[in-house]
C-alpha cells in the first residue's frame, strides 16, 4: 500500500505547488515500479518452478509408457490367443485344460500423473509461460486423457471377461464361449488402441518436451 502524505509546510506559490506535485508523481512512479519489478520476479520465478514440474511429469509419464510397452505387447499376444480359443470353443470344439483360464488374463494399468499441470492451470500460472509452450504442453496431457479412457475401456473388458472363463475353464461350453467372445473382441480393439493413442502420446511428449 502506497502512502502519500500532506507537505510539512504550507505551499506559498504555484512553483512550490508544482514542485510538490512532482516530487510526489515521482515518488509514486519508483514506488510502482518497484513493485512492478518485484511482481515480475514473483511470476517468473513461479513460471520457471511450474515448468520444471510439469516437464518433470511429462517425463516420468513418457518414461511408465516405455516401461510399459512390452507388457502391452505381451497383453494383446494373450488376447489374441484367447480370443482364438473362445472362437473353436464357440464352435464346439473342445479346449484342452488349462488352456484357457481366466487367471492367465492380467491386464496392467499404470496411473499417469498430472497434478502439476492442473495446479499450474488452477493457480493461473499458465498465463505466465510462452503460448506455444503451453499449447505442446496441453497436447501431452490430451493424448495422455485419451490413454487413460481408453484404459478405462479396456479394464471393463477384463472385468467381464475373467469371471467367464474362470467358471470351469477346462470344461467351456460354446455358450459360455459364445458369451466371452465380445468382451474378448472388444478387449483385442481397445489394447490396440492403447498401443497406437501410446505412441501418439510419446510423440506429443517428445515435442513438449524439447
Known amino acids: 500500500m502506497i502512502d502519500v502524505h500532506a507537505p510539512e509546510h504550507g505551499i506559498h506559490n504555484v512553483r512550490e505547488f508544482f514542485l510538490h506535485l512532482f516530487t510526489i508523481t515521482c515518488g509514486l512512479l519508483i514506488a ?11 511470476h517468473r520465478h513461479q513460471r520457471e518452478q511450474a515448468e520444471t514440474k510439469v516437464r518433470q511429469e511429462i517425463q516420468n509419464n513418457r518414461q511408465q509408457i516405455l516401461n510399459g510397452a512390452d507388457g502391452l505387447k505381451a497383453e494383446i499376444a494373450s488376447m489374441t490367443h484367447t480370443l482364438d480359443l473362445l472362437e473353436a470353443a464357440s464352435a464346439g470344439q473342445t479346449i484342452p485344460g488349462g488352456e484357457l483360464s481366466g487367471q492367465d488374463l492380467q491386464f496392467q494399468e499404470g496411473p499417469l500423473q498430472d497434478s502439476a499441470w492442473q495446479t499450474a492451470g488452477s493457480t493461473g500460472v499458465l498465463s505466465y509461460m510462452n503460448y506455444s509452450e503451453v499449447e505442446q504442453f496441453s497436447n501431452a496431457y490430451k493424448e495422455q486423457a485419451q490413454l487413460q479412457a481408453m484404459e478405462e475401456l479396456t479394464l471393463n473388458d477384463y472385468l467381464q471377461l475373467v469371471p467367464i472363463l474362470a467358471h470351469h475353464p477346462g470344461d467351456l461350453t460354446p455358450e459360455r464361449a459364445k458369451e466371452a467372445l465380445p468382451y474378448a473382441r472388444n478387449a483385442i480393439g481397445h489394447l490396440s488402441g492403447l498401443y497406437f493413442i501410446g505412441r501418439g502420446m510419446l510423440g506429443a511428449d517428445n515435442e513438449a518436451l524439447k
Do not use: I, K, R, T
Not at 518497484?34 to 515480475?40: K, R
Open 32 to 42: 510502482l515500479g518497484l513493485e512492478a519489478g518485484v511482481e515480475a520476479v514473483h
